[in-house]
């Protein structure tokens, strides 16, 4: 996905700076090089509409959203959004890095893995599907960063996984997570174990001698023996 995002140059810093722009309705960010790297000398201080800024992160590519992005209505920058911050209790947005990006350049994302289908394993065996890594990271150029890595599960039975490696025919990208990293298999259910039964004890007629005639019995016997 590809979008334009318009930005405005602001000036100052700090805590109290922020507050203030947050409340007329904007949202504070920064712009970095593009290395990625965070250097004072290519840092520029932004401001940004937060609801534009929410649409991008809650679409199919969040994060890994390529935008053309614009200061002051001037030349676009290809960049990626490197961070956010929200309010861990409103879950306001608080405040945004960008990274400028070069297109002829590889970089590193992080991408979802999205499973298909339902497993032999599952359907025929009654396993259970264990999705252990749910996204890993590669290097990819700039216009071909995945939306999500697709797992096809149709075939797995219990016992059976999917690995990196698996992945990798004819993949633009490539991978910087382990190969052998597992991504999903399928389990066998667990099986609860059965309550021990305490054994009763049986009388020479063999009878279940219930506890309290076991106790009279006990009773008799010690006065007999008085």
Not at 60 to 66: A, E, K, M, Q, W
Not at 91 to 114: C, G, N, S
Not at 199 to 222: Q, S
Request: proline letters at 5%; hydrophobic letters at 35%.
């Amino acid at each position: 996905m590809n979008t334009t995002l318009q930005t405005e140059m602001r000036s100052g810093r700090g805590k109290n700076v922020a507050r203030r722009l947050r409340r007329s309705g904007r949202l504070p960010g920064v712009v970095y090089g593009d290395s990625g790297g965070k250097s004072a000398s290519d840092a520029v201080a932004i401001s940004v509409d937060p609801e534009v800024l929410s649409s991008i992160l809650h679409s199919d590519t969040g994060v890994n959203t390529l935008i053309g992005l614009t200061i002051d209505s001037g030349t676009p920058n290809q960049v990626l959004i490197k961070d956010y911050q929200l309010n861990p209790i409103t879950r306001e947005l608080l405040h945004v890095d960008f990274y400028r990006i070069a297109m002829d350049k590889v970089i590193t994302v992080t991408v979802p893995f999205e499973l298909k289908g339902e497993a032999e394993g599952v359907k025929m065996q009654g396993g259970l599907i264990d999705f252990v890594q749910r996204e890993f990271a590669v290097e990819c150029l700039p216009t071909e960063i995945p939306e999500h890595i697709e797992v096809d599960v149709s075939d797995l039975m219990i016992g059976q996984g999917v690995r990196v490696r698996d992945l990798l025919e004819d993949a633009p990208w490539k991978p910087v997570t382990d190969v052998d990293t597992l991504i999903v298999h399928v389990i066998a259910p667990k099986v609860e174990e059965e309550p021990e039964v305490e054994e009763e004890e049986v009388t020479a007629e063999g009878m279940v001698e219930p506890e309290a005639e076991k106790d009279v019995a006990e009773d008799e016997e010690g006065k007999t023996g008085d």
